[in-house]
């Protein structure tokens, strides 16, 4: 084979090894930005918004006073015999 055809084809290979480790790095970079977005976004808790123009809650306000629990809603009724698990 020529020398010139031989360096040419070198060269080549050379380049998309080059391209292909550019690419790898940049996914890698990614993928790790993503897991640190995704980390950041799991410890955010959002502050509570009051129920009240004063800046009360209304869990507060039930405290002592037939409080439901967290787990169940307004007009849900439960079945007699059976207790929120």
């Known amino acids: 084979m020529h020398p010139d055809v031989m360096r040419e084809l070198a060269n080549q290979r050379g380049r998309g090894m080059h391209a292909r ?3 790898a790095t940049l ?10 977005r995704t980390a950041a976004a799991a410890e955010f808790v959002p502050p509570r918004i009051p129920d009240y123009v004063d800046g009360t809650f209304r869990d507060t306000e039930l405290a002592g006073h037939d409080a439901r629990l967290d787990n ?7 079945a007699a015999g059976r207790r929120a698990a």
């Open 21 to 23: 480790a550019r690419e």
């Open 27 to 36: 996914a890698r970079r990614i993928r790790k930005e993503m897991r640190r």
């Open 72 to 78: 169940e809603r307004p007009g849900r009724r439960q």
